[in-house]
């Protein structure tokens, strides 16, 4: 049985670090753990193409609905660190929260990097010989130009190189059916996918299931890919590939893994956040979900019942660690630290930077081109905004000569600070994708506002399983409420053309421009290009806007 005792003690590598709040921690600092029990899994999660250092600030909105209201990962700022017992200034304030960012970005420094979560990893199994699981939450081979270039390739080397033992994805089924199997064949270790199934048979694309065997105990890791898939990103490039939540499917699995003598049970998971939430509710035996694709890091685990959910953040920020003791085919006890990878702390692996270096080399010069300037923090992460979405609406505008600008509401790209020179890699990080075109397109009013209920639908909706995870869709040109709490199709009012400052009407055509679209052969050039001609004329200053007007948040 898990105790109260056991979460305290999940959280004491965590609370070791703000004993010197004010000052960077050192590696070993980052790396202290008093180990526990026969097995330990080490997560790793929505990386999104990120092989070097970075800054990545945390949302400053994350909302909840229905049940989840309030309940992390649904808290930010300030209210994340009371939560948490987190000092204000210290080196998890700048890593886990957006207060503050600047001042503690210019005092710790950049996060993540290949070679230091290497560093990390090495650690951790030297430490613990033949007790380690190491697995990867998926949104690894897409989010910067070396994926886009190689087709994933250059992650699957870091994976191998790295010593992964199974994943799931979402973000890798944009290459292609053809590719993603070609990249699976290559990995040297399961890329699961227990959710997938294809059209004709209804057989498994992908194995269900890895099973291992780690300090005299038993795991079974259960793969989920992103449920949402076909939906979220275009199902033309995957046609006889069928996903889904399947819960039924899930149960089964679990149930058939404990009979065939699984001491210990791991859901892997690209769900989201609330969906596993409600999945540790409703499937029985499950012992941990490791869960990915909502971009959250919790410094502990929130416990369901007797499962686990651990969140281990997103662009190689955090590595989860989380050691356990098995008795009698259940979890008797557990330790956990999320381990944030500050750069300048964590002395990088020689082998992986080599090889960082060597994927990278072909495109070095292509991705230190300096494009434009910002006078103004850059970011992206957050429920309705990001100053990195308002300029690439404001280029749409601009250069495809639009009235209302759409941009989609992903969660991956990396962070500027002000004053900073901004490199085609730096745009690259927010567009790198396989379907970037920017097309300019006329929408009725009544269109526009059904676009916009349709993604506060997938993003608000009170049940967990209805939930696509992502953020609100970005938008210029027009501004809006967003009632969070209304029903479907009733969320979004006061829909204004801010250039008149007049209603949008039903009936008229409004010049719309976008990109991402999940239609097939959409025409315009990609989105980067219209993004550096608009930084061509002169740095540039995103504030963030108040264009979207919450209510019941």
């Given at each position: 049985?898990?105790?109260?005792?056991?979460?305290?003690?999940?959280?004491?590598?965590?609370?070791?670090?703000?004993?010197?709040?004010?000052?960077?921690?050192?590696?070993?600092?980052?790396?202290?753990?008093?180990?526990?029990?026969?097995?330990?899994?080490?997560?790793?999660?929505?990386?999104?193409?990120?092989?070097?250092?970075?800054?990545?600030?945390?949302?400053?909105?994350?909302?909840?609905?229905?049940?989840?209201?309030?309940?992390?990962?649904?808290?930010?700022?300030?209210?994340?660190?009371?939560?948490?017992?987190?000092?204000?200034?210290?080196?998890?304030?700048?890593?886990?929260?957006?207060?503050?960012?600047?001042?503690?970005?210019?005092?710790?420094?950049?996060?993540?990097?290949?070679?230091?979560?290497?560093?990390?990893?090495?650690?951790?199994?030297?430490?613990?010989?033949?007790?380690?699981?190491?697995?990867?939450?998926?949104?690894?081979?897409?989010?910067?130009?070396?994926?886009?270039?190689?087709?994933?390739?250059?992650?699957?080397?870091?994976?191998?190189?790295?010593?992964?033992?199974?994943?799931?994805?979402?973000?890798?089924?944009?290459?292609?059916?053809?590719?993603?199997?070609?990249?699976?064949?290559?990995?040297?270790?399961?890329?699961?996918?227990?959710?997938?199934?294809?059209?004709?048979?209804?057989?498994?694309?992908?194995?269900?299931?890895?099973?291992?065997?780690?300090?005299?105990?038993?795991?079974?890791?259960?793969?989920?890919?992103?449920?949402?898939?076909?939906?979220?990103?275009?199902?033309?490039?995957?046609?006889?590939?069928?996903?889904?939540?399947?819960?039924?499917?899930?149960?089964?699995?679990?149930?058939?893994?404990?009979?065939?003598?699984?001491?210990?049970?791991?859901?892997?998971?690209?769900?989201?956040?609330?969906?596993?939430?409600?999945?540790?509710?409703?499937?029985?035996?499950?012992?941990?979900?490791?869960?990915?694709?909502?971009?959250?890091?919790?410094?502990?685990?929130?416990?369901?019942?007797?499962?686990?959910?651990?969140?281990?953040?997103?662009?190689?920020?955090?590595?989860?660690?989380?050691?356990?003791?098995?008795?009698?085919?259940?979890?008797?006890?557990?330790?956990?630290?999320?381990?944030?990878?500050?750069?300048?702390?964590?002395?990088?692996?020689?082998?992986?930077?080599?090889?960082?270096?060597?994927?990278?080399?072909?495109?070095?010069?292509?991705?230190?081109?300096?494009v434009g300037r910002t006078e103004s923090l850059l970011w992206r992460r957050g429920n309705t905004a990001g100053t990195w979405d308002d300029l690439i609406c404001d280029a749409l505008l601009e250069q495809r000569e639009a009235e209302v600008a759409l941009s989609p509401g992903f969660r991956w790209g990396t962070t500027l600070l002000p004053g900073t020179?901004i490199t085609a890699e730096d745009v690259w990080a927010q567009t790198a994708m396989t379907y970037p075109a920017a097309y300019r397109i006329p929408m009725k009013g009544e269109m526009l506002k059904a676009v916009l209920e349709d993604v506060a639908d997938n993003?608000?909706?009170?049940?967990?399983?209805?939930?696509?995870?992502?953020?609100?869709?970005?938008?210029?040109?027009?501004?809006?409420?967003?009632?969070?709490?209304?029903?479907?199709?009733?969320?979004?009012?006061?829909?204004?053309?801010?250039?008149?400052?007049?209603?949008?009407?039903?009936?008229?055509?409004?010049?719309?421009?976008?990109?991402?679209?999940?239609?097939?052969?959409?025409?315009?050039?990609?989105?980067?290009?219209?993004?550096?001609?608009?930084?061509?004329?002169?740095?540039?200053?995103?504030?963030?806007?108040?264009?979207?007007?919450?209510?019941?948040?």
């Open positions: 049985m898990i105790t109260r005792r056991d979460l305290l003690a999940a959280g004491a590598a965590l609370a070791a670090l703000p004993a010197r709040a004010q000052q960077a921690p050192s590696q070993s600092d980052l790396l202290r753990f008093d180990p526990l029990g026969q097995v330990t899994l080490i997560h790793i999660t929505d990386i999104h193409g990120q092989l070097m250092p970075m800054l990545f600030r945390e949302a400053s909105t994350n909302l909840g609905v229905g049940e989840a209201r309030g309940q992390p990962p649904h808290i930010t700022g300030e209210a994340f660190l009371r939560a948490f017992g987190l000092p204000r200034g210290g080196a998890l304030s700048h890593a886990l929260t957006d207060v503050d960012y600047v001042d503690l970005a210019r005092r710790f420094g950049p996060m993540g990097g290949a070679d230091r979560i290497a560093t990390i990893v090495k650690a951790i199994k030297a430490e613990r010989p033949g007790r380690t699981i190491l697995l990867d939450g998926g949104d690894t081979w897409q989010g910067a130009w070396t994926n886009l270039q190689t087709k994933g390739a250059d992650m699957v080397a870091f994976q191998t190189a790295l010593g992964v033992e199974a994943m799931v994805g979402h973000w890798e089924f944009t290459y292609g059916a053809d590719r993603v199997k070609e990249l699976a064949g290559e990995l040297g270790f399961p890329f699961l996918g227990g959710n997938i199934q294809d059209t004709e048979w209804n057989e498994d694309v992908f194995p269900a299931e890895a099973v291992f065997e780690r300090g005299g105990v038993k795991v079974a890791v259960i793969g989920q890919a992103f449920p949402y898939t076909p939906i979220a990103n275009p199902r033309w490039m995957f046609p006889d590939w069928e996903f889904g939540i399947k819960e039924e499917k899930l149960a089964g699995r679990v149930e058939a893994a404990r009979t065939a003598g699984a001491q210990l049970v791991v859901l892997l998971s690209h769900n989201g956040f609330d969906v596993d939430r409600k999945i540790a509710a409703r499937v029985p035996g499950i012992d941990v979900i490791l869960t990915g694709h909502t971009h959250d890091a919790l410094p502990r685990p929130l416990q369901v019942g007797t499962t686990l959910l651990i969140a281990t953040g997103a662009n190689g920020k955090f590595v989860s660690r989380l050691d356990l003791d098995v008795k009698d085919g259940k979890v008797a006890g557990f330790r956990h630290a999320l381990i944030p990878v500050f750069s300048n702390a964590i002395a990088p692996d020689a082998e992986m930077a080599a090889l960082v270096h060597r994927v990278r080399e072909p495109y070095a010069a292509d991705l230190a081109r300096v020179d993003l608000f909706n009170p049940d967990p399983y209805y939930q696509q995870g992502g953020d609100m869709v970005r938008s210029g040109g027009i501004s809006f409420t967003l009632d969070v709490a209304a029903p479907s199709g009733q969320r979004v009012s006061a829909l204004t053309l801010l250039r008149t400052g007049q209603p949008v009407e039903a009936s008229r055509d409004y010049t719309v421009a976008g990109w991402a679209s999940i239609n097939q052969a959409v025409e315009g050039p990609p989105i980067w290009d219209v993004v550096f001609r608009h930084l061509a004329k002169g740095p540039v200053r995103a504030e963030p806007r108040r264009d979207v007007r919450l209510r019941n948040a």
